[in-house]
């Protein structure tokens, strides 16, 4: 199910879940948003997100990356912003990984100085931005080559 083309099939398995009375969960909610996302469906990883949580299951940071990711493939920043704040209201913390890639989608949308924000902000949160964080920071700037070499100077301080 987890492959990028089976995302319709891997979804509506969900479906047939509830119509057989069979338990949706975080694995299988989590398969189809990985589905969604290795093929950028974005819209659908979405609704399986909201869906979980309309429905009381306990969405994890693995499934809301996944969901981001998606959204970021597809370029759907919009996407990306609600579902980083929407876990941002509710008790779901973001990690390092969900934190990179909403880093990663929005940036392409708000360049440079929302990056660094957002670089900051995984400081304050007490999250440790690694190489993978930096990237996706330098990566969005696009031509304001500034900004690169802010996220330079900020990984040399990190040590990395």
């Known amino acids: 199910l987890g492959r990028g083309q089976c995302w319709r099939e891997a979804s509506g398995c969900l479906a047939e879940f509830r119509q057989r009375g069979l338990e949706v969960n975080v694995v299988s909610c989590g398969t189809a948003v990985s589905a969604c996302d290795k093929a950028a469906a974005w819209e659908q990883a979405l609704a399986v997100s909201s869906d979980m949580l309309q429905r009381g299951v306990e969405a994890t940071q693995f499934v809301c990356s996944a969901a981001i990711s998606a959204c970021h493939k597809a370029a759907m920043w919009v996407g990306a912003r609600e ?7 509710s008790t779901l913390v973001p990690n390092i990984v969900t934190q990179t890639t ?15 924000w957002m670089l ?11 190489l993978i964080s930096y990237n996706a920071a330098a990566n969005s700037c696009g031509k304001e080559w500034a900004v690169p070499l802010q996220v330079l100077e900020a990984l040399g301080e990190q040590g990395l």
């Not at 995984?122 to 690694?130: E, F, K, T």
């Open 102 to 116: 909403a880093m990663a989608a929005l940036g392409e949308r708000f360049r440079g100085r929302t990056v660094l």
């Open 120 to 130: 900051g902000l995984l400081r304050h949160q007490g999250l440790r931005p690694n």
């Open 83 to 89: 579902l980083l704040a929407g876990m941002q209201r």
